[in-house]
Every structure is written in structure tokens, then in C-alpha cells.
């Protein structure tokens, strides 16, 4: 069974700039989540989608960040303007409908300066 | 607000010897309590789980000892190897909402 694939794995943007993360959960797993952790900071929920709908986006930090899931399969996350506070690991996770344990992508670091 | 409160920060244990590692929380809405392992360059993976309606779990050397009426529970890492050497994280839910709430990490180091 194919992990979480996150990327980049990488991305070094301006501040202002527009960056597109993209995660593709593992097969079969409806639910797919983002998570971020910055630095010196806990990783903390950003939203979860069930198929292709948004379920909790109770973390989202701002209207900057959009979060999009086509077909219920992969997802994106955008972040337009970046701000140098949005710097960070970037993990998306997915699971099955009844499953609670989660599988962890290996994450994005990005940097944004 | 911290909801949840991880202790320590970093451990150093020589190896052969138990690494402890406790977690406080506030939210009692949580009802579902696991570890995460995490290695440089990864994301976290799930280590071991406990459900309040039991007070210990062990799989291996992992052990899971929860305390719902101080609202705490630890992992223990008997017999701790260099290859434990990781970042552990407590991350209590509540699965009606899903979410994971993170503790702040524990950094392992196990000396050979």
C-alpha cells in the first residue's frame, strides 16, 4: 500500500507570492486532513475533508489559505499572499471512514522571506 | 490556551533503560488518546493508542498508562534502543470531531 505523497517536499517562495501544496492520500481513505506545524510552535489542525467535502475548517488561520480536494481524491493548498508567519512544515494525513489512526505524509517545509 | 501538555521537552536515556514520557490535557471531550513517533524528515506515525475505558496498554516494549480522573496519560519505552531515538508526540481526540490536538513533542535521544 502507496503512503501519504506530499510536495513538494521543499518550497522557497517571496513573501507575497502564491504557493500550491498538494497531498495524494492513500487510496480508499475518504478522510484527508492538513496539519502545520511552525516553528516552535505544536503542529495544529488546519481542516478536514470527508471525499471531496470540507468537514471541519476550524483551523484555517486566514482567508489566505484555500483548501480544495477534486473528485474526493488529492488535495491542494494554496496560500495567497504568503506571509513570512506562514513558514512552516505543512503535513497532510488521511484514514479510512472508521479508522482512527491516522498515516502521515512526510510533509512540505516551506519557507517563505 | 494549551489544551495539552507534554513532558519533557527532551530526554536523554542510556539504552537499555525506560524512557517516560507524560502528557496533561484539559478538553474531557477527548475519548481517544494515542502516541505519534516521529523520525527526522517524516511525518508522525501512529505508535500505540489507548481508550478511556481502559487504565494500560502494551504492545511490545510500548506501554500506554492513562489516568482519566487527572486527565494525564504517559508512554513508556522499556528496554529503550538508539533506534527509538525519535520525536514522540501525545495527541489526544475527540473523535466526534476528528482533529488531533498535539502536544508540543518530546525530543528521545537513547545513548548506546
Known amino acids: 500500500e502507496a503512503g501519504v505523497t506530499q510536495f513538494p517536499s521543499h518550497s522557497v517562495i517571496e513573501k507575497g507570492q502564491t504557493v500550491t501544496l498538494r497531498c495524494d492520500p492513500i487510496?480508499?481513505?475518504?478522510?484527508l486532513y492538513w496539519y502545520r506545524r511552525v516553528m516552535g510552535k505544536e503542529i495544529k489542525f488546519l481542516l478536514h475533508?470527508?471525499?471531496?467535502?470540507?468537514?471541519?475548517e476550524s483551523g484555517m488561520p486566514n482567508n489566505r489559505f484555500l483548501a480544495e480536494r477534486t473528485g474526493g481524491t488529492y488535495s491542494t493548498l494554496k496560500v495567497q499572499p504568503a506571509e513570512l508567519e506562514d513558514s512552516g512544515v505543512y503535513f497532510c494525513?488521511?484514514?479510512?471512514?472508521?479508522?482512527?489512526?491516522?498515516?502521515f505524509g512526510s510533509g512540505t517545509r516551506l519557507t517563505v522571506v | 490556551q494549551q489544551q495539552v501538555k507534554q513532558s519533557p521537552q527532551s530526554l536523554i536515556v542510556q539504552k537499555g533503560g525506560i524512557s517516560i514520557i507524560n502528557c496533561a490535557y484539559e478538553?474531557?471531550?477527548?475519548?481517544?488518546f494515542p502516541w505519534y513517533q516521529q523520525f527526522p524528515g517524516k511525518g508522525p506515525a501512529l505508535l500505540i493508542a489507548?481508550?478511556?475505558?481502559?487504565s494500560e496498554k502494551k504492545e511490545g516494549r510500548f506501554t500506554i498508562s492513562f489516568n482519566k480522573s487527572a486527565k494525564q496519560f504517559s508512554l513508556h519505552i522499556m528496554d529503550s534502543q538508539p533506534g527509538d531515538s525519535a520525536t514522540y508526540f501525545c495527541?489526544?481526540?475527540?473523535?466526534?470531531?476528528?482533529?488531533?490536538?498535539f502536544g508540543s513533542g518530546t525530543r528521545l535521544q537513547v545513548q548506546p
Open positions: 475533508f470527508v471525499k471531496e467535502s470540507k468537514q471541519d
Open positions: 494525513a488521511s484514514s479510512r471512514g472508521q479508522n482512527y489512526g491516522y498515516t
Open positions: 495527541a489526544p481526540q475527540d473523535t466526534g470531531r476528528r482533529a488531533l490536538t
Open positions: 489507548i481508550r478511556p475505558d481502559v
Open positions: 487510496s480508499g481513505h475518504d478522510n
Open positions: 478538553n474531557t471531550a477527548f475519548d481517544y
